[in-house]
């Protein structure tokens, strides 16, 4: 981060992601859809792991690229999610992605980062490497935070 990123005053969201990091809450239902599982958490950053299989695969038989979109989307959610107060939520802005190589099965890791923390706008970037290290995929997003009215019901 080229900046502090600066606490929250209550820990609200960042206690629950490590709650589902402990397995003492449940996933998404998304994660479990696709298989993916936070595996870390911390103020503006967190880390995923996703076991890449056949199952995951697109027509050319490599991983579809929309999962590992909503795998670095997950990843940049939860790293936001961190920073929130208990009265904020967000929504994404844009999502853009970089592939660098094709994967057919393999053990992924994404971690986001939170790069940039306004008042209302949050940037992040997701990186996703495989068990050896190689980047497989580069992610960026903008959030928009919002409160009050904007935030009831999401």
């Known amino acids: 981060m080229s900046e502090a990123l600066r606490a929250p005053k209550t820990s ?5 992601l490590r709650r589902m990091v402990s397995g003492e809450a449940p996933p998404p239902p998304i994660a479990r859809l696709i298989g993916f599982r936070l ?29 590992l979109c909503d795998v670095a989307d997950a990843a940049i959610g939860c790293a ?22 094709p994967v057919w099965t393999a053990r992924l890791t994404a971690v986001a ?25 580069k992610v960026y997003s903008s959030c928009m935070v919002l409160r009050g009215e904007m935030a009831k019901g999401r």
């Not at 595996?39 to 999962?67: C, K, Q, W, Y």
């Not at 920073?83 to 660098?100: R, V």
């Open 113 to 137: 980062r939170v790069i940039r923390r306004t008042r209302t706008l949050g940037h992040l970037e997701c990186e996703i490497t495989d068990e050896g290290g190689s980047l497989v995929a």
């Open 80 to 101: 936001l999610a961190s920073t929130l107060e208990e009265d904020e939520t967000f929504t994404s802005l844009d999502l853009a992605i970089k592939f660098f190589k």
């Open 39 to 67: 595996v870390a958490i911390d103020l503006g950053v967190s880390r995923f792991e996703l076991d890449a299989a056949p199952a995951h695969a697109n027509p050319m038989g490599t991983l579809h690229g929309g999962v």
């Open 12 to 16: 609200w969201h960042l206690d629950r």
